[in-house]
């Protein structure tokens, strides 16, 4: 073995909660991390977009890079840690800049690798670098290591998970206090869970963002996140939360990715899981992915999935790993022999259903809706015509009538609920939920 003990010299880009928190934390963990590593690990420059701006850690003693990829290229540093955030722009060409230098890059921008992440991780494997990205998924949860390390003997059927702390605290704090969505997602913003632009969260993009890259870590399969069938919280009412409580479920916003015949499956959307599983105990910001593989069965991690020291945690993981010599191709297997073999389309996705119906309440309209359903062999678990309640229901005239399928194909559902509405029962859009097995 290669006995290193020069220092290992990192360049941190982007000083916000995160950056601040990386510096704060290997400030407090040099001694041991010296100790485990057998090497010293020392930030010599950092740079970001505010030189005045107050972070509560001491950055005045380090040199000060004005422009990210000048510092990703500098001969000052052996490794880049990337912090900037954004699918492109600086982040982009920084990362780039350091592995063509043939520096080892850490990084916890999801939407980056979700966009460039193949290109990226050729580019390293070219210069034998490493390209880490721990902190992308699941903040503090050792998610990438576990999937392309710990679990390298399993074949993976599926992989699913809590992966937005954001729209997870929104759905817990609706269901628990009974909050309105806006309200809720204005509280996450204000404890600083959300993106920049919250539509990442709400709309599923940055779920989505990570999936794609726990999908290649899983099946070996090219990142394609323009593959993955993507829906958001914005439509998931009280109503559907209460529905969920009284039929045994729990609604969460999860990215799922399984083999199926059709090929791999990737969405994400509102689900409704079995308030028994382990999944459903996950409430507020808190994130957690299952995963079903044949070895291990089920294993289920919970945690931290954003915050300035959960992240940090993460990134200096990676940077350690680094710091050691690992250079582990960075989704588990070399690029070139990664699948690109088409995923399967989201109309042949077979699972159950919840539909909540807004139904004019009239003589023949359950009966008109069983018949579209039973027209396309939709087999129902349940149907329930609920009380009426909110001045929606009353200023329309209707009820909300709740359906449960058995298993069905995604295009049956749209199908059988085209036919409904043209029927002219129903007052409004009619809210699907897709049901997740355990
Ligand atoms: N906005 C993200 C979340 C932060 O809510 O989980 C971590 O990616």
Redesign the pocket.
């Known amino acids: 073995m290669q006995v290193v003990t020069s220092p290992l010299r990192i360049g941190i880009a982007g000083l916000g909660t995160v950056g601040a928190a990386v510096i704060s934390l290997l400030d407090r963990q040099s001694a041991d991390l010296a100790g485990r590593i057998g090497r010293e690990i020392r930030v010599t420059a950092v740079s970001a977009r505010d030189k005045g701006k107050e972070r509560g850690i001491d950055v005045a003693r380090l040199p000060w890079f004005e422009d990210a990829v000048a510092l990703a290229g500098s001969r000052e540093i052996d490794l880049f840690v990337e912090l900037i955030g954004g699918e492109g722009g600086m982040a982009l060409e920084a990362v780039e800049a350091a592995l063509r230098s043939g520096k080892s890059v850490v990084t ?1 921008n ?1 939407a980056l690798l979700a966009k460039h992440g193949m290109r990226l991780a050729a580019l390293a494997e070219e210069k034998g670098a490493a390209l880490a990205f721990e902190a ?4 503090g949860i050792p998610i990438v290591k576990t999937l392309r390390e710990g679990l390298a003997g399993n074949s993976i059927e599926r992989v699913y998970g809590i ?7 929104i759905l817990s704090r609706m269901e628990l206090e009974g909050l309105s969505f806006e309200q809720c997602l204005r509280e ?1 913003q204000a404890l600083g ?3 920049a632009d ?1 539509t ?2 709400i709309g599923g993009f ?2 989505a963002h ?1 999936l794609a890259i726990l999908t290649t870590l899983a099946f070996g399969t090219a990142i394609d996140a323009g593959a993955i069938a993507i829906e958001g919280i914005e439509r998931v009412t009280l109503a559907d939360l209460e529905a969920a409580a009284e039929l045994g479920y729990r609604i969460k916003l999860l990215g799922v990715a399984a083999r199926t015949a059709a090929g791999i499956e990737q969405r994400v959307h509102p689900t409704m899981v079995p308030r028994s599983s382990a999944i459903a105990q996950v409430m507020g ?1 808190t ?1 957690a992915v299952t995963i079903d593989a044949d070895a291990v069965h089920e294993l289920t991690l919970v945690g931290p ?3 300035g020291a959960a ?1 940090a945690s993460a990134i200096v993981a990676d940077i350690a790993d680094i710091a050691r010599g690992v250079r582990t191709a960075p989704f588990g297997r070399p690029v070139a022999t990664l699948a690109t073999a088409p995923y399967a389309p989201m109309q042949l996705h077979e699972g159950g259903y919840y539909i909540r119906l807004s139904v004019y309440d009239r003589p023949g309209a359950a009966a008109a809706i069983a018949t579209r359903m039973a027209e396309r062999s939709i087999s129902l678990e349940s149907i329930v015509q609920r009380r009426r309640k909110g001045s929606g229901s009353e200023a329309t005239g209707a009820v909300p009538v709740v359906l449960i399928t058995y298993a069905t194909h995604e295009q049956t559902i749209r199908q059988a609920l085209d036919a409904v509405v043209a029927d002219g029962y129903i007052a409004e859009k009619p809210q699907v939920i897709r049901i997740e097995r355990e």
């Open positions: 916890a999801k992308s998924v699941a903040g992966l937005n702390g954001t729209c997870n605290y996450a869970y959300a993106e919250p990442f969260d940055d779920t990570k910001v994130n999935g954003a915050g992240t």
